[in-house]
């Protein structure tokens, strides 16, 4: 018990003495007024799903406007700093948007016998956020934008996902992030109430430690309160060649196990509603990069008697980004069982005098996927009570081919200015359509206009 205390305190003196090797953030803080930074993001977003082969009424697009404001102080100064925050955004739609979806605009519920809803004009949303720090230790609460690998903020539709609680971002030794958080509300892209996703407790914590300029590996955890306990690892490793290219290592893997609260909520699960469910996915990239060429080569595989999922229903506080894997892009091939395989390449046209322009295309194919069917004490009845599950049939396939150009101005009065359009064609086995998504056109164009207040 001796030499247990007393290698605890070495290890506690040694992470004293590393942590002051390098500045503290603290330390360096100029006030409250003087590091403060204001921004406003004006963006016009379009996103159109056109569902083949499906009930006439049933495509979705969205078309809309919206300035995204956050006004971030600075710390004051002293041992213990303090700061404050506003992040939100103002939107409307344009064009009827009488097939509003994509979880991009919001509606007021419902839909006539054409599919055709009923989305908001205008609309506003936000909140605020205090700070404070210590050394290189920073806790924020209020309202935030989360970009963690067990609990993401959706920032892929017009506007950002919200997230109300505490994050506390550590930095004291060198090399080493630490962060921990708990959440209570959750606001959708296309939610208006601030906990719109109705969120009891999100409980995060994480830590990523960079072993030297080429080797890099992070853990992160959720316990999401009656829905699910989720575990992420990700190693990446970089190295030089001969021929001034560069290689790159990465693996990734997810393992969650849910609640059973939350069961039935799933869209892939195999077997009785009282079962345990959980999933494994992991997946190995290898990057290769020359110039003004990336080619990308990566391999997915899922496990478990459920495929991965974001926790489809209220209170999982998920806007479906937190998959943080390489074989997603419209679809994250993610089915039960499912093993898939990509090829990405991407082009830099800064090699021929195009800066800021470049073009990815991946094709990504999955098989082996279990599909399945719901089993419920009256087969006839679809109200009656589920008894679970059952394979209709273990090699549904899909497949995804992904275009995307995308421009940022370089220089001007428009720097950083940016034009993104993409297509995904989406085709797969009906047995899968009918549990997934049916086959899929989808375009989406997004032109950012960036302005710096201060």
Request: glycine content about 8%.
């Amino acid at each position: 018990m001796q030499n247990s205390k007393k290698l605890t305190l070495a290890v506690l003196i040694q992470a004293a003495l590393v942590s002051t090797a390098f500045a503290s953030e603290q330390s360096e803080s100029k006030g409250f007024v003087e590091d403060a930074e204001g921004s406003v993001l004006f963006r016009t977003g379009y996103i159109s799903r056109d569902y083949k082969d499906t009930t006439p009424g049933s495509d979705r697009s969205s078309f809309a406007q919206t300035a995204i404001v956050k006004l971030d102080s600075g710390f004051t100064k002293g041992t213990v700093g303090f700061g404050a925050g506003i992040i939100g955004d103002a939107s409307f739609k344009l064009g009827e948007n009488a097939h509003a979806g994509n979880d991009m605009i919001p509606t007021h519920g419902g839909q006539d016998a054409q599919g055709r809803v009923d989305a908001y004009d205008h609309w506003a949303r936000g909140g605020a956020y205090v700070k404070a720090r210590v050394s290189n230790t920073t806790a924020t609460y209020g309202t935030q934008v989360l970009d963690l690998p067990v609990l993401a903020s959706n920032t892929a539709r017009l506007v950002p996902e919200y997230f109300t609680g505490v994050l506390v971002e550590s930095n004291e030794i060198e090399n080493l992030s630490l962060v921990a958080g708990k959440f209570t509300e959750n606001q959708r892209s296309s939610q208006i109430k601030s906990d719109g996703n109705e969120l009891d407790r999100a409980i995060v914590w994480g830590a990523k430690y960079k072993f030297n300029d080429a080797v890099n590996a992070s853990y992160y955890g959720t316990d999401i309160k009656d829905r699910l306990e989720r575990h992420y690892v990700n190693a990446n490793y970089s190295y030089k060649l001969a021929n001034d290219s560069t290689l790159t290592h990465d693996f990734s893997v997810y393992h969650t196990n849910w609640d059973r609260e939350a069961n039935n909520s799933l869209y892939s699960y195999i077997g009785s509603v009282d079962d345990k469910f959980k999933n494994s996915i992991w997946a190995i990239s290898t990057t290769y990069n020359k110039g003004p060429h990336n080619v990308m080569l990566a391999y997915q595989q899922n496990t478990g008697n459920t495929g991965y999922d974001y926790g489809l229903g209220q209170g999982v506080g998920d806007g479906h980004q937190t998959i943080y894997m390489p074989n997603s892009y419209l679809s994250d091939f993610v089915g039960n069982d499912e093993k898939s395989v990509q090829l990405q390449y991407t082009f830099d046209f800064g090699a021929i005098n195009v800066p800021g322009l470049s073009w990815t295309s991946a094709f990504v194919y999955g098989w082996d996927i279990d599909a399945s069917r719901a089993v419920r004490v009256d087969p006839n009845d679809s109200d009656s009570a589920l008894l679970g599950r059952t394979i209709t049939t273990d090699d549904a396939q899909e497949r995804e081919f992904f275009n995307q150009v995308k421009y940022t101005v370089q220089s001007g009065f428009a720097k950083d200015a940016s034009l993104r359009v993409r297509h995904s064609y989406y085709r797969a086995d009906q047995a899968y359509n009918d549990v997934y998504m049916p086959d899929t056109n989808e375009w989406r164009l997004f032109l950012d206009i960036p302005v710096k207040l201060f």
